[in-house]
Nanobody, 124 residues
Framework: QVQLVESGGGLVQSGGSLRLACAAS????????IGWFRQAPGKEREGISC????????SYADSVKSRFTISRDEAKNTVYLQMNSLSPEDTAVYYC?????????????????WGQGTQVTVSS
């Protein structure tokens, strides 16, 4: 059974950093695309980053490019999202999702499995 568990969220001041983790079980990261998404109250879920170990693809939304870095540790079957220079606009619930046996980065509707989310709150 595929399961994704996010961790690392919390409260941070503007300009600070957090590192989120997405621990996967029931699948191998080597054959999967992992995406990070976020959803703020009253807003649609937004894709912010993706990594695909199978073909080396990584991608970032313009809103987080140069501030966020996605990485993976296949030995731990975990994907990380390092978030720097955080601002109140980054406040949201952050989710990871996976699509197995996929080339490149899926669109939101193409992900098969989702984690439960972790809250990130950035104070001004």
């Amino acid at each position: 059974q595929v399961q994704l568990v996010e961790s690392g969220g919390g409260l941070v001041q503007s300009g600070g950093s957090l590192r989120l983790a997405c621990a996967a079980s029931g699948l191998s990261l080597h054959y999967s695309a992992i995406g990070w998404f976020r959803q703020a109250p009253g807003k649609e879920r937004e894709g912010i980053s993706c990594i695909n170990s199978k073909d080396g693809t990584t991608s970032y939304a313009d809103s987080v490019k140069s501030r966020f870095t996605i990485s993976r540790d296949e030995a731990k079957n975990t994907v990380y999202l390092q978030m720097n220079s955080l601002s109140p606009e980054d406040t949201a619930v952050y989710y990871c999702a996976t699509r197995i046996w996929f080339r490149g980065c899926p669109t939101l509707s193409e992900y098969d499995y989702w984690g439960q989310g972790t809250q990130v709150t950035v104070s001004s």
